[in-house]
């Protein structure tokens, strides 16, 4: 994996090698080998798993929180706490632009008529604008999580950017999830026990009920089932970079 990985064939290749190996083990072959690389996290209902395993390999590691300015005020907390807890020593918080939010948004209810664009404009570009420097990044992404993630390889490129993608808890099941939390005595966001079993947005995120899958609470009664921050299939999910 030392060489520049730009064509979907290479990584195809690096997917089919890594498919059955532990998600830390995934983490570690891409310490320094696909250029400049930066964790994603929601710091979400589980995102305490994927921050603990690369916590082990490099605290030093770039990771990238998307502070909406929508968040719930116990997603803001519970990044606070993971960090401290953790040991990271470059986070980076990025933002919507405040002249665009004006623009766009000004009351902040632009969720309210045109989710899509109000994720574009609070997650999608900046988002972009945080990944400038990187080669590549890591997702918290599972196949269980919706039928647009049935496929998702642990590496891909983005046709949209370029960068190569690293998703090593693909396989990972809600089993798998809770049982690495428990191993470790890893915090968990406190939504969770309130029937919050995946977190976005304040406004666009509701608790599920039983028996409901577990996006069920995401953009609750809208055809909507991704923020945009993410290409699937053959659907343009993200702006192009600026």
């Known amino acids: 994996m030392p060489r520049d990985l730009t064509h979907q ?69 519970y990044h606070k706490e993971l960090v401290a807890w953790l040991g990271f020593t470059d986070v980076r918080r990025t933002e919507p632009d405040r002249v665009e939010l004006f623009l766009s948004d000004p009351d902040g209810r632009l969720h309210d008529s045109n989710p899509d664009a ?3 404009l609070r997650k999608s570009q900046p ?26 390889q642990v590496f891909e490129r983005d046709p949209l950017t370029g960068l190569t993608k690293i998703n090593p808890l693909a396989h990972f099941s809600p089993a798998d999830l809770n049982t690495y939390m428990d191993r470790h005595d890893l915090p968990r966001h406190p939504l969770v026990a309130h029937g919050y079993p995946s ?10 009920r039983p028996g409901e899958h577990i996006r069920a ?19 343009q999910m993200r702006g192009a970079r600026r």
């Not at 988002?127 to 998702?152: C, D, E, H, M, V």
């Not at 977190?199 to 599920?208: E, Y």
């Not at 609470?217 to 659907?235: A, D, L, M, S």
């Open 127 to 152: 988002l972009n604008r945080a990944l400038a420097p990187f080669a590549s990044w890591i997702s918290g992404r599972k196949r269980y999580q919706s039928s647009s993630r049935t496929r998702l």
């Open 118 to 120: 109000c994720c574009s």
């Open 199 to 208: 977190i976005g947005c304040m406004p666009c995120t509701s608790a599920v």
């Open 9 to 77: 064939n290479d990584l195809d290749s690096l997917s089919t090698r890594f498919e059955f190996d532990p998600a830390g083990a995934i983490l570690y072959a891409s310490e320094g080998r696909l250029g400049p690389t930066a964790l994603v996290s929601s710091f979400g209902a589980d995102s305490a798993v994927l921050l603990h395993m690369a916590a082990q390999i490099n605290r030093s590691m770039p990771v990238i929180l998307i502070d909406t300015l929508l968040l719930f005020p116990e997603t803001v907390a």
């Open 217 to 235: 609470g995401r953009w609750r009664g809208q055809p909507k089932t991704e923020c945009g921050i993410h290409f699937v299939e053959t659907t």
